[in-house]
């Protein structure tokens, strides 16, 4: 059986990024998984404190696609432990 969590408001919700459930990581609070997961793009820059402020996790995502911030170059190396985190952080 598969099991989809694409939107927050259905049976499986809650294992969206996008969900309500904050958590502390790293000695800050996070409203979503979304918002910690963007926010790491930019380790070192006043762009992190800018995404974890935001008031949607929805907001977070477009601010964390933005190519006009200064994406951290290890990035792609370290995505999926930063995911990784943020998941059993927010369980």
Known sequence: MTIYFYSTREEYGCFSNFSPHGFELDGLYWPTSEHYFQAQKFVGTPHLEQIRLVKTPKDAAKMGRERTR????????????????AVLSKF
Request: proline residues 6%; hydrophobic residues 30%.
């Open 70 to 85: 200064p994406l951290r170059q290890d990035w792609e190396q370290v995505k999926d432990d930063i995911m990784r985190q």
